[in-house]
């Protein structure tokens, strides 16, 4: 069965520091790897998707890699602001149509 | 551009009245839509999706269903609400490729009171 797992759940950190964002998958053959962005009562808002056959994406501060073998993928936020403050969500892409989210995790940017 | 659209944003309803959500989609053709509920503090459940007009796959036995009557429009019912039915509710759709993109609406919140 296909496992999307985020850890940590919360995490609150000062403003200008750097962090890295974890997601975890229990079966390595997937097609593509999303992140998203959810502000609270609104949609997801999608930062980047790393195909299958890609190792990382990049799209200004953040930067997403993947690690297919180890079943990890990672968003890294450089010099983190208060407006990147959102919960986090990964998706895995398996089977067509059928995509596998984490819980998330809630990023608090402390200004 | 390709963009989502989601309504009502907001709806409280009793117990046992019906239920219609809808969405639609612009700017592109023969999209994959799909249905997913968020409860509060849980990752996302995937309710439906459809790969074309009339083509329903039902991912979890519950007192939804979904209709696709034309290629862009996706709705979601209910003839009798439960209280188990309230919770956020997100379409989002792909193109028909197998590493597509997920692209999402803004939600439509649902209290069953």
């Known amino acids: 069965k296909q496992e999307v797992t985020q850890i940590p759940a919360a995490l609150s950190v000062p403003e200008g520091e750097n962090l890295v964002l974890n997601c975890s998958f229990t079966?390595?053959?997937?097609?593509?790897l999303q992140w998203f962005r959810q502000d609270p009562g609104k949609g997801l808002t999608s930062l980047l998707l790393i195909q299958s056959s890609q190792r990382e994406q990049t799209s200004g501060r953040l930067n997403a890699s993947l690690d297919k073998s180890s079943g990890r993928s990672t968003l890294y936020i450089a010099a983190s602001q208060p407006g990147d403050s959102a919960t986090y969500l990964c998706a895995a892409l398996y089977n067509f149509n059928k995509f596998y989210f984490g819980s998330g995790t809630k990023l608090n940017v402390k200004p | 551009s390709q963009t989502i659209h989601q309504w009502p944003a907001t709806l409280v309803q009793p117990v046992g009245s019906p239920l219609s959500l809808e969405c639609t989609v612009e700017g592109t053709s023969n999209p994959n839509l799909y249905w997913y509920r968020q409860a509060a503090g849980r990752g996302l459940q995937l309710l439906f999706y459809s790969v074309g007009i009339g083509q329903i796959s039902s991912e979890v036995p519950q007192n939804l269903s979904a209709s696709r009557p034309q290629d862009r429009q996706f709705i979601l019912s209910s003839k009798k609400l439960l209280l188990s039915d309230s919770g956020f509710y997100l379409c989002a759709w792909t193109r028909p490729l197998k590493t597509g993109e997920l692209f999402f609406g803004e939600g439509s919140r649902l209290t069953v009171l």
């Open positions: 079966d390595s053959a997937i097609y593509n």
